[in-house]
């Protein structure tokens, strides 16, 4: 899908990749699910390496948000072999921090953060690097908190950082950035994507398709493929608001596919990762990959060099919901023996029936930003 509509936002972030030395260059993508985040970082990040730049960048996950510098170790996992650049204090504050080497105790918080933005500036001063992090809305807290520290520290290098978070607010830690907010796409802008479809809908059923999707690329693009298949009648969800309406529309979608692919996207959504090997074992289905193949005529996923990609956030989190509790429940027991010891906890209690009264607190008070993020599946699973 063509970013459409959004030329303005492509040459701002541009900008801050290509941007004289001796300035600040930092700016925050904010938007909904499907505005287009993502794709305008890989347009930055893609230019910039062209551009012989190094990209450190980090995507924050909700299994790894409650695991201590989780997205740290990420985002700097291209310069470990640099640590032995710094001095000993710095590099063992950071080698305990990741696990490398032992610790006696937890790490000392400011000698992380000096030794984190001592290896950056010493790499800075070697080659162009840009730090991209996408989903920080789901970034644990010491990372953010390292990052922040380092963001604050690192502009007389002009070192460019472009950040990503779903929602229209800054997440905690980095409320004084520049932010840039993805709003819904222009009417001209909604109508050339939903021109490009196949069998575009004319006349009354293209007004309401086009009111519904409110601008938002990925909606416009499933409601024209929902009425072609379905007829010119009501869309579905048409009572809903946007959000909890696409995420309707792809649970009506898994209804129709046979039970072996609504049981394989089921695992899927709740794996977290995208491996296909895993997902495929776990669910105890063979190895023959037609059953996916409904799956992606339906436009949930795209199964393809072993891994299997949800086309839409509201893809994945209205397929979770689309199966009963039990079924969910079973899935998560049925994954945590073959995922890594970093998700194995979730999927322990979210396959245990009767969690205790602590998770499910913690799963309440984060249900309402959760559902807003598109993310609330694994939070759901949580309580159950």
Sequence with gaps: MELVGRQAEIAELLDIVEGGRGEPRMLLLLGEAGTGKSRLMAVAVGRARDNGT????????????????????QLLLPLLPDLGTLPEHLRGALESAFGIAPADGPPDPMLLRVAVLTLLTEVSRRQGILLAADDIQHFDRDSLDVLGFVMRRITADAVPVLLAARGQTPPDGVADLRTLLLRPLSER??????????????GRTRIDLLRQAGGNPPAIIDLC??????GAGPLPGGGLPQTERIQELYAARLRGLPVTTQRLILYATASEYEDLA??????????????????EEAG?????????????????AGSYHGANAH??????????????????????RSGRAGADHRLAAEGESGRTAAMQQSGEFLHEALRA
Aim: a positive charge.
């Design 327 to 348: 079924l969910r429940q079973q899935a998560h027991r049925d994954l945590a023996p073959s995922h890594e010891v970093v998700l194995r906890p979730v999927h322990n």
């Design 300 to 316: 949930l996923v795209t199964v393809a060099d072993g891994r299997v990609v949800f086309r839409h956030p509201l893809a994945r």
């Design 278 to 295: 895993t997902i495929m074992a776990a669910a105890d289905v063979g190895t023959a990959l037609r059953a996916w193949g409904p799956a």
């Design 189 to 202: 802008a909604a109508a050339e994507i939903l021109d490009a479809q196949p069998h575009a809908p004319a």
């Design 225 to 230: 493929r929902a009425a072609t298949t379905g």
């Design 54 to 73: 190094l990209v450190l960048a980090s995507q924050g996950s909700e299994a790894e948000s409650r695991q201590s510098f989780a997205s740290l170790h």
